[in-house]
């Protein structure tokens, strides 16, 4: 199976994880298994890495592209769950947690997962393919407002308004089955002079349609709190988001972890008792360099936050 994808950041994140030879390290999105090989290539045979992905197509490939290590343990979920993996597995605490949180270049490239606004195909956009709710389910029956919040929120379009009535519109008359109409559905909705300027007019409406599929935001923030309370101290946790709702989350999450007091700022002294257990490493997000961008333009939105456990 040619399951294309070009690790992003990928130095980076190996530098973020201070690999110890024997550590446990958890992928939490195995996807093609690129950042996997480099962290297994630093590990000694007591090493072992965890590689969970919802998506079983990634896990094929994964698995044939590590075939050559033994220390892997292959996991069909989604991370939201890692607390509980890692209780099925018998492993207290890991050494290190990656979460890379964009789609991977294979479910762009293959047409009909219907998460390209380039290539027709029915409206799908889950990455568990196991479950039974789809963009279609979205497109077709969400109520106009919960459309329009949709598309607002996690697209942060500008005219989620407008796409949102003219989506009601037109399955009104018939239902919206593919990507290129709901592509014909959202050009028709923006202005001409915008539709001429920046990214794809139907980019931000699609990503925000495959985060709702696939609960991506509300995943997140409990995976963090639960991962970070996973690590063994000096343990890190590094995450690589693709836009600018998720960073956000991480951000604010791994400030919650690091201040987590929530006494009333003029009490001289903390009597919550919350205690701080992370150590933020990068105050800002580290981003792609140049070299980088130039071999892969998908990395362009890529940020990567990395934190410690204390």
Same mark, same amino acid.
């Given at each position: ?172 008359? %018939? /239902? $919206? ?10 050009? =028709? #909705?923006?202005? +001409? &002079?915008? *539709? ?87 105050? %800002? /997000? $580290? ?10 333009? =998908? #990395?362009?939105? +890529? &940020?990567? *936050? ?5």
């Amino acid at each position: 199976m040619n399951f294309k994808h070009i690790s992003v950041l990928l130095d980076e994140v190996i530098d973020g994880l201070d690999i110890k030879p024997d550590g446990i390290y958890v992928d939490c999105t195995l996807g093609g298994g690129g950042h996997s090989i480099e962290i297994l290539k630093r590990l000694s045979e007591k090493g072992k890495l965890i590689g969970i992905d919802q998506d079983t197509n990634a896990l094929k490939a994964a698995g044939e592209k590590l075939k050559n290590f033994k220390n892997v343990i292959y996991v069909h979920d989604n991370f939201y769950n890692i607390e509980e993996i890692l209780k099925s597995l018998n492993i207290e605490k890991v050494d290190g947690i990656l979460m890379d949180l964009g789609v991977s270049s294979h479910q762009l490239d293959e047409g009909e997962r219907g998460f390209s606004y380039m290539q027709d195909a029915p409206l799908d956009m889950r990455m568990n393919r196991e479950s039974d709710f789809s963009a279609y389910n979205v497109i077709n029956e969400y109520e106009e407002k919960e459309l329009y919040r949709v598309i607002k929120e996690y697209g942060e379009e500008k005219f989620a308004k407008r796409i949102a009535f003219n989506i009601v519109k037109n399955r009104n008359e %018939k /239902p $919206i089955e593919t990507t290129l109409q709901l592509v014909d559905i959202i050009k =028709r #909705s923006i202005p +001409a &002079k915008f *539709r001429r300027e920046g990214h794809h007019p139907a980019k931000r409406t699609f990503q925000a349609i495959r985060i709702e599929v696939n609960r991506e935001l509300y995943i997140l923030d409990k995976a963090i709190e639960d991962g970070v309370n996973r690590l063994n101290k000096g343990g890190r946790i590094t995450i690589i988001t693709f836009h600018s709702l998720e960073d956000r989350i991480v951000k604010n999450k791994f400030n919650q972890l690091q201040n987590p007091c929530t006494c009333p700022k003029d009490f001289p002294i903390c009597v919550c008792g919350k205690t701080s257990k992370l150590k933020v490493i990068s105050r %800002k /997000p $580290i981003v792609a360099s140049e070299e980088e961008l130039e071999d892969n333009p =998908r #990395s362009r939105s +890529a &940020k990567l *936050r990395i934190g410690k456990k204390v």
